[in-house]
């Protein structure tokens, strides 16, 4: 979380600009090129060789990596202050390759009850058609974390700002469960950003993101990248087979010998999207690397609008709570201080005293924010969760999601904020 230090390393908004990328060396490009392509010619036959054997660094076909991709890899390593990292299709993709890499059959993991939907969708769903158990554990007590660890578990999976209710994730203190289990803690930072939060620094071991939210930042292209903390030990006892046992197709390597602190990485790609094939298409990397050389100023922005708006809705007379760590008196605030020193983001939730019917309302009113189902455009989005993504849902469980009938959730954007205020207050009216 370091501002530029002259003389040492470069600062944030420096690397976000030119971290991984140099001037293309055939043509001079200093934006990086769109290499689209699937295929890469080898030198010679002792060169293939090398490659597929990882005994060389290099390009050999689209699925596996690619110039511009590797572009964005080391961009986000670098601001998330990981070791290497690796960019697939979606952040689903990340999910999946990520838990891919530590999981067997029969093995458990553990994840937050406060995540975005599709993420409680997924473990509970395709996941299980792999045999992998989650254990569903509650992010305001760390002691549910604890008592949910079983010699089966191989990981822990949270979201340090939590979607969608404003929720900040003790990610220190997980650490430190994780730690005491010997399983790595995953951090979905896809809310908060690098600019925000490194969960790295508070002793996550990976962290995966969906780039398709605020890193790409313009709602235009679907992404998710992984990255690797380096700080894990992979050699315990045959807990983590791919990375430590010999791989046959790789004449017997074992990953986490030969590649020590960005194993992790390697195994994702190498075996997970290898076989997998969720691959990040070239032009949607392009674009997120576009859109990551504004993220500070745009992190920002979208911090002080949101805070803005909270404290409007906070005010209004037909809104009944509001649920943004960066109001003072809100129970994250302590937290989001500490986790999230810059600003807690751009998404939250609010609820109106008109229930699920004023909810219905309100979405059909507005005309600047967009009704939609995402989060982290420059424009301002609006759902009611009760009436969309979470309508099959019963009322309970609406509830313990944080998608009780009166709850609205918003992405604010980047517009003035006087025509957002406007639009919500035409709105309520
Ligand atoms: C959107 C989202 C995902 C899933 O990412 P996709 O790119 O849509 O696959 C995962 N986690 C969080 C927090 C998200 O907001």
Sequence with gaps: MTDHNPGSSPGFSTLAIH??????????????????????????????????????????????????????????????????????????????????????????????????????NQFNHAFKNFGWVVKWADPDDISSFENAVSVKTKAIFVESIANPGGVITDIEALAGVARRARVPLIVDNTLATPYLCRPIEF????????????????????????????????????????????RPEYQGMVLH???????F??????????????????????????????????????CENALAVAEFLSAHPQVSWVSYPGLKGDRYHTLAKKYAPRGAGAVFTFGLKGGYDAGVRLVSKVELFSHLANIGDTRSLIIHPASTTHRQLTDAQKVQAGAGPDTVRLSIGLEDVADIIADLDQALA
Excluded at 105 to 110: A, H, L, R, S, Y
Excluded at 204 to 227: Q, Y
Excluded at 257 to 263: C, D, P, Q, V
Excluded at 272 to 301: C, H, K, W, Y
């Design 265 to 302: 990485a390697v195994a994702c790609r190498a075996l997970g999207l290898r076989d997998l094939g969720p691959a990040l298409s070239p032009f949607n990397a392009f674009m997120v690397l576009t859109g990551i050389e504004t993220l500070p100023l745009r992190m920002q922005r979208h």
């Design 257 to 263: 010998e030969t590649f020590g602190n960005f194993a």
């Design 203 to 246: 002793g996550a071991d990976v962290v995966v993101h969906s780039a398709t939210k605020f890193l790409g930042g313009h709602g235009n292209s679907m992404a998710g990248l992984i990255v690797d903390g380096g700080s894990f030990n992979w050699s315990q006892e045959g807990r983590y087979p791919m990375l430590s046992e010999p």
């Design 19 to 120: 971290a991984g990328a140099k001037p293309d060396p055939t043509t001079g490009a200093r934006a990086t090129p769109i290499y689209q392509t699937t295929s890469f010619v080898f030198d010679d036959v002792d060169h293939a060789a090398a490659l597929f054997g990882l005994k060389a660094f290099g390009n050999i076909y689209t699925r596996l990596g690619n110039p511009t991709n590797a572009v964005l890899e080391e961009r986000i390593a670098a601001l998330e202050g990981g070791t290497a990292a690796l960019g697939v299709a979606s952040g689903h993709a990340a999910q999946l390759i990520t838990l891919h890499t530590l999981l067997q059959p029969g093995d458990e993991f553990i994840a937050s009850k406060k995540l975005y939907g599709g993420s409680i």
